[in-house]
């Protein structure tokens, strides 16, 4: 619903900008379809309605510049404005340069009434935080950071500081921001087509000679939104230029997007206009026995197949990306976490597990009778702890917990917070916690998480996220896969075929790999070597700069293990070279070789 009122959002800023119905239709429908923009429309994120109340707002800017006599476009965007400041505050205030371009034309109408919309923006703004603030004392079920108690906690809110370290990469540098610029100028062709962005340039054109300030304002106006929306958001943010990253960033030019349908809309109006009158010079005697509507209902027909060839490509395309009637990837997970949990389970999330098998539990009210808590302290009301509180306090919280129940524990093999002086019981895809003083983790042989596992290698999504995701889970496994070997489990003939399968798949030969060096097997050099090297074939595979990084790092630790380490810190610096954060493993490791990273 807020994609297609956002597509609205576009018909009426094209029209505003002198666009007859054809070209303005043609911008919406090809924003509608584009892969980015139809993505976010089918998914529960903030960016489709960003987009909405951006549109809105320029197209009651537009309205409100080109008659200011009228207040209401004017106050009815303030409202706007600062709805999308609750909604995404840094997405619309990068965008805002380019609205206040739009009413430069009626600056002399607009400056007096400035304070007045001010304060009706601010206001609108201000009522979906206070509205936070009270629903969070209601201690909800679903709450991420739990009550918001004092303005500090507010602030925390406000200022979006729980994303600094999303935001801000230490490892990242100019080059990264140059792939992302490169990545994108490519991006914002491919979602308008290669022919609508070339259209999109001579309607650009077409508006800064539109002969008056009006137009050169129209044309600068939406420059300003886009690159404040793409360039200036890029040098500000620190992003890894990897998979993972992509996927975050990928929302994020929403409204570029449909600043360049804009754009075509005009280019495709002025070659509408213009198209009668070259037909007319080129052929005197064709315009003279034809009249001038018919020639211009030619046009206009022209026009409509081309702008329908546009958008049917466009959609085309789209569509094998954004199909997601057979999406099942965090429903199977899930469905996997519970068969593998027992009656009465209690089921500790870490990271971004929470959410997906949290939906499903609390939501769709599967497995009843399992509980679940987040290590962190975060999304769910039943926190055992407050998500400031220093990790050693997290883990002595933990462990009172686990030493004061009953039920059975289980863990997300990714989670950082353990209960200490206890052993685990490894199954693939989750830890269980053992009773008090024991200290080894065993694997366990599940029959279903080994199916998952073969499900996983077969699978091969599109979807930036789920590859990231599958790669996850798939070193877990490969952890798994390698304490079975540590142990000399009697596991290891059955599981053979298992081992078969992982030796084309990086994760796994890493998480095998990760597992031996970390428990400093030196007794298996030769067989960790092995999967190193396999690994390093398989380097492609790697979808982020830290797993990139992860193959030197480990190659590292067999060389230390081994007693090369003249190699092992070569191959470290190796490793922080493609991961150059000042908390990885590598520079951990070459601090403890007396050496700087």
């Not at 209960?419 to 009773?435: D, I, M, N, T």
């Amino acid at each position: 619903m807020l994609g297609a009122l956002a597509c609205g959002g576009v018909y009426a800023c094209a029209r505003l900008l002198h666009a007859s119905p054809l070209p303005a239709l043609t911008a919406s429908w090809l924003f509608g379809v584009s892969e980015q923009f139809w993505s976010q429309a089918i998914i529960a994120e903030v960016y489709t309605l960003n987009a909405l109340l951006f549109f809105a707002t320029y197209a009651l800017v537009l309205q409100g510049a080109r008659d200011p006599r009228r207040g209401w476009p004017l106050a009815a965007a303030a409202v706007a404005w600062g709805a999308g400041l609750a909604n995404h505050w840094p997405l619309m205030v990068l965008a805002t340069p380019g609205l206040l371009v739009a009413l430069l034309p009626a600056w002399r109408d607009v400056l007096p009434r400035l304070p007045r919309l001010l304060g009706a923006a601010l206001l609108t703004a201000a009522l979906p935080y206070a509205w936070m603030v009270w629903l969070s004392q209601q201690a909800p079920l679903i709450s991420f950071y739990g009550s918001i108690d004092t303005w500090r906690e507010f602030w925390f809110y406000v200022s979006r500081e729980g994303y600094g370290g999303v935001d801000a990469s230490p490892s990242a540098g100019w080059g990264d921001r140059w792939s992302f610029l490169g990545w994108f100028a490519a991006d914002l062709v491919r979602q308008t087509t290669l022919p609508g962005f070339a259209l999109a340039l001579l309607g650009l054109g077409a508006l800064a000679r539109g002969g008056d300030r009006a137009g050169m304002a129209d044309a600068v106006s939406g420059l300003l939104a886009l690159l404040g929306n793409s360039v200036v958001l890029i040098v500000l943010l620190r992003f890894d230029f990897d998979v993972s990253k992509v996927a975050v960033f990928r929302p994020y030019p929403l409204i570029c997007y449909g600043v360049v349908a804009l754009w075509l809309a005009a280019g495709m109006q002025w070659l509408i206009d213009r198209l009668p009158g070259w037909a007319a010079a080129r052929s005197p005697a064709a315009a003279a026995s034809t009249s001038a509507p018919g020639l211009a209902g030619w046009t206009v027909a022209l026009g409509a197949l081309a702008g329908a060839a546009l958008v049917v490509e466009s959609a085309s395309a789209s569509w094998r990306a954004n199909d997601r009637s057979y999406s099942d990837f965090a429903e199977r997970h899930a469905e996997v976490v519970f068969d593998l949990l027992p009656q009465d389970a209690v089921l500790f999330g870490y990271g971004d597990y929470s959410g997906p098998v949290g939906y499903y539990r609390y939501v769709e009210e599967r497995r009843p009778d399992v509980t679940m808590y987040n290590l962190q302290g975060l999304v769910f009301a039943n926190r055992l702890f407050d998500p400031d509180l220093a990790e050693e306090e997290k883990a002595r919280a933990l462990d009172r917990f686990v030493g004061s129940t009953e039920r059975a524990v289980f863990l997300f093999p990714d989670s950082r917070i353990r209960p200490r002086g206890r052993g685990f019981r490894h199954h693939g895809f989750l830890l269980e916690v053992l009773g008090a003083g024991t200290s080894s983790v065993q694997p366990a042989r599940d029959p279903l998480g080994e199916q998952y596992f073969l499900e996983l290698l077969e699978r091969r999504p599109t979807d930036r996220w789920k590859q990231v995701e599958r790669n996850h889970h798939l070193r877990y496994y490969g952890q798994y896969l390698g304490l079975v070997v540590l142990v000399g489990s009697p596991l290891m003939e059955p599981l053979e075929p298992l081992f078969e399968r992982a030796r084309d798949c990086y994760a796994c030969q890493m998480g095998m790999a990760t597992m031996m060096l970390s428990n400093g097997a030196a007794a298996h050099a030769n067989r960790i070597a092995s999967w190193l090297a396999r690994a390093e074939a398989l380097h492609g595979q790697a979808l982020s700069k830290e797993e990139s990084a992860l193959l030197p790092f480990e190659q590292g630790r067999l060389s230390e293990l081994t007693g090369d380490a003249a190699t092992a810190a070569a191959r470290y610096r190796r490793a922080y070279a493609l991961y150059p954060h000042p908390q990885s493993q590598a520079a951990d490791a070459l601090r403890r070789l007396g050496l700087r990273p």
